[in-house]
C-alpha cells in the first residue's frame, strides 16, 4: 500500500512501517487515532438519552477531525524522514556536530561552582 494512502486509512501502521529512524511516533499519533475511532463509534452509536437513538452528528465530526490530524500529523513525520534520508544540503541527519577534542567540556563549569 502507498505510503500517503496508509498514512490516511492507518497512521500509526504508516509510521510504523515506513517512518524509519521516527518510529517512536507511533504511538503518540496511535494515541490519537484511537480517540477518533472511540469518537467515531460512540457517535454512531447514538445519543442514549433519547428514544430515537439518533447519531450525534458532531461527535462523528470531532471524531473524523481528530482523524485528519492523526493522518497530517502522520504524513508530515513520513515526508520528514524522506527528506533526512535524502541526504540533501538542508538535512539534520549529515549535519551532526561533535564535540571535538580541543574544547572544553560545558559541565566542568557547572561541577567547579560545587
Given at each position: 500500500?502507498?505510503?500517503r494512502l496508509l498514512a490516511i486509512v492507518a497512521p500509526p501502521i504508516a509510521i510504523a512501517r515506513?517512518?524509519?529512524h521516527?518510529?517512536?511516533c507511533a504511538a503518540p499519533i496511535?494515541?490519537?487515532w484511537m480517540s477518533a475511532l472511540v469518537g467515531i463509534g460512540i457517535g454512531l452509536?447514538?445519543?442514549l438519552n433519547s428514544d430515537g437513538r439518533e447519531v450525534m452528528t458532531w461527535v462523528v465530526a470531532l471524531g473524523v477531525a481528530i482523524w485528519a490530524i492523526a493522518?497530517?500529523?502522520a504524513q508530515l513525520v513520513?515526508?520528514?524522514v524522506d527528506d533526512d534520508s535524502a541526504h540533501e544540503p538542508d538535512s539534520t541527519f549529515d549535519h551532526t556536530v561533535y564535540?571535538?577534542?580541543d574544547e572544553p567540556d560545558p559541565l566542568e563549569q557547572i561541577r567547579g561552582m560545587r
Open positions: 500500500m502507498h505510503k515506513h517512518g524509519g521516527a518510529a517512536w496511535g494515541t490519537v452509536q447514538g445519543d493522518a497530517a500529523w513520513i515526508s520528514g564535540l571535538s577534542g
